[in-house]
């Protein structure tokens, strides 16, 4: 089966802040980093890797925020964040560009 590739840049919400994932991939392998957006001008940022399998893919970020997803279209995904506390996060993104802009 084939990788769907995830590259670009993907959007979505939860409740109050806007999230902004970057995301570059290289064969199975998935980089980048999510800038999420609070109320008040708050910006948080949060580097991960990853990798795909098919459709589906997992990523995480070092202190153990963990993604775990699947493709729902070209432009579509969704899948559940589990944050440090444990609590799981239920999100799906569109892709807004083919283009990431990782640092």
Not at 23 to 47: C, I, N, P, T, W
Not at 60 to 69: A, L, M, Q
Not at 87 to 98: I, N
């Amino acid at each position: 089966m084939k990788n769907f590739d995830f590259t670009g840049i993907w959007q979505t919400r939860y409740l109050i802040a806007d999230i902004v994932i970057h995301v570059e991939q290289k064969g199975r392998k998935v980089s980048g980093y999510a800038e999420v957006f609070g109320f008040m001008g708050s910006k948080d940022l949060y580097h991960f890797l990853g990798e795909v399998n098919g459709m589906n893919v997992h990523a995480s970020h070092y202190k153990g925020r963990r993604f775990v997803g699947k493709a729902l279209g070209k432009n579509s995904a969704a899948g559940i964040l589990t944050t440090i506390s444990g609590s799981k996060l239920s999100l799906k993104a569109k892709r807004v560009s083919m283009n990431p802009q990782v640092i």
